[in-house]
């Protein structure tokens, strides 16, 4: 149980930060649809008890002419435009704030929205300024304010039949007169709309005679309470710290995890290295005879493997079989029979070499594999070990005589282990056939 719980601690936290995703991308989706289609925010400019005023450019020394009206219909800016030495125009302004020092931060919104009513008696455009007090600026007198106040200009080209006009207020540029006149650079000679205390609407630039009319209806800034960007900057900033967030824990849940891992592997070395013990103590035994302590059919598996692996070796193979042991278990008993087989072992085994290899094949059956040894080496070794197995004596002072029959082993060829097997029992069988207690090959 205790395995398995990190397992689902750290699935259900991966379900956490599902629904937190799921919860971020529906909220992110929400403020980016709300903020395209709605969000928006209002302003009237005009009319709201705004102080209207009109100027034109006898402030020069010109000759236009201007009068105003102001009616529920909005206000009425009516010029008679006279070229002289000076830039002939009228304006009509509109004060926001204090109409001085303290303003409206435009650049919070992002359209001026003018209904206004435009005739001449030639084609002319409108210069809409937004005027913007500048933190430098000096308290001048009301007669400078217009020249000291920050420009923002765009120029609006009225078309017969229409009478509403949006202007965005990222399009507002500050005049070359202007920058001109306060010999303004950098940031200086950069539009600026943090503080308007004026709206201002001007008559073209046409340098003909003629008579204009422009009706005010209303005038409004627009915008939203969120700009795009802001809102975009919010959103990365969320989804930033969220992914840092599961970041860091994903990597404090995997330094955790390793750890878990690191000990794991610790007690699985120890229990591998403690597997592997028994696992060499389980292939002695699976290829050892328990009786006689030789090597059984299994433990010659990897010696014949090796000999059919080399190519110009020389083999020979050693079988014999004790002669007449059924007879000594039925007149001693089968104990005995098992001490004669154990004690029969023990003594070919002291005889053989330290290269060759004892097995016991099956019941009394014995075989020798002897490496590096010609059959005629070998033919010398088994007649050694039938004489000296003739005069032994074993346990309860029983003596056996063995039959040997004798094989090499031949490097081409198929089933060669098989052929070499078959020989040394038809051998043996030959010398139990010609007497016992014989050696042929």
């Known amino acids: 149980m205790t395995k398995q719980a990190p397992e689902f601690s750290g699935r259900s936290i991966y379900l956490k930060f599902e629904k937190i995703y799921f919860a971020i991308v529906a909220v992110s989706l929400l403020l980016v649809l709300w903020q395209y ?12 008890n705004a102080e209207v005023s009109i100027s034109g450019d006898s402030l020069n020394g010109g000759h236009s002419e201007s009068s105003l009206n102001v009616s529920n219909d909005g206000a009425l800016l009516q010029c008679d435009i006279k070229p002289s030495a000076t830039f002939a125009y009228c ?9 001085i020092n303290k303003g409206l931060d435009a650049s919070q919104f992002n359209h001026l929205n003018l209904w206004l009513e435009h005739a001449s008696t030639m084609q002319d455009t409108v210069i809409v300024y937004l005027k913007n007090r500048e933190n430098n600026s000096d308290d001048l007198d009301p007669s400078s304010r217009n020249t000291s106040n920050k420009s923002n200009q765009q120029t609006v080209l009225p078309s017969v039949g229409s009478n509403f006009y949006s202007l965005s207020l990222s399009q507002f540029t500050v005049p070359s007169w202007w920058i001109l006149l306060h010999k303004a650079t950098g940031n200086e000679a950069k539009s600026n709309l943090d503080n308007v205390v004026g709206l201002r609407i001007v008559t073209g630039d046409s340098l003909e005679t003629r008579g204009v009319e422009i009706l005010l209806k209303r005038a409004t800034l627009s915008g939203k309470w969120v700009s795009s960007n802001s809102l975009y900057l919010i959103l990365a ?3 930033a710290l969220v992914i840092t967030l599961h970041a860091s824990f994903r990597v404090y849940q995997l330094a955790n995890q390793l750890k878990l891992k690191r ?5 699985l070395e120890e229990l591998n290295h403690f597997l592997s013990i028994q696992k060499d103590e389980f292939e002695v035994l699976a290829k050892t005879d328990p009786l006689t302590g030789a090597s059984n059919r299994a433990g010659t598996r990897d010696i014949f493997e090796h000999m059919q692996n080399q190519r110009n070796g020389v083999y020979s193979l050693i079988m014999f079989d004790i002669d007449n042991f059924k ?4 007149i001693h008993g ?4 098992d001490e004669v087989l154990r004690d029969l072992s023990h003594l070919v085994a002291s005889l053989i070499r330290d290269t060759d290899h004892l097995a016991r094949w099956g019941g009394e059956e014995f075989i020798v594999i002897c490496p590096d040894t010609h059959i005629k080496d070998a033919v010398v070794m088994a007649k050694h070990l039938r004489e000296k197995i003739a005069v032994a004596t074993f346990n309860g002072g029983v003596s056996v005589t063995c039959s040997f029959g004798l094989s090499g082993y031949q490097q081409r060829g198929k089933n060669r282990i098989k052929k070499m097997i078959e020989a040394a029992d038809a051998a043996m069988y030959k010398a139990k056939n010609g007497g016992r207690n014989r050696v042929e090959h």
């Not at 289609?37 to 709201?48: A, H, I, T, Y």
């Not at 000990?263 to 007690?267: A, E, F, I, L, R």
């Not at 089968?334 to 029979?337: D, E, I, R, S």
């Open 237 to 239: 900033i969320l989804w």
């Open 334 to 337: 089968h104990q005995l029979g």
């Open 263 to 267: 000990t794991q592997n610790v007690s």
């Open 37 to 48: 289609w709605g969000m928006n925010r209002l302003l009237e400019v005009f009319p709201s």
């Open 91 to 99: 304006s009509l302004d509109i004060t926001i704030g204090d109409g």
């Open 327 to 330: 007879a000594i278990n039925d």
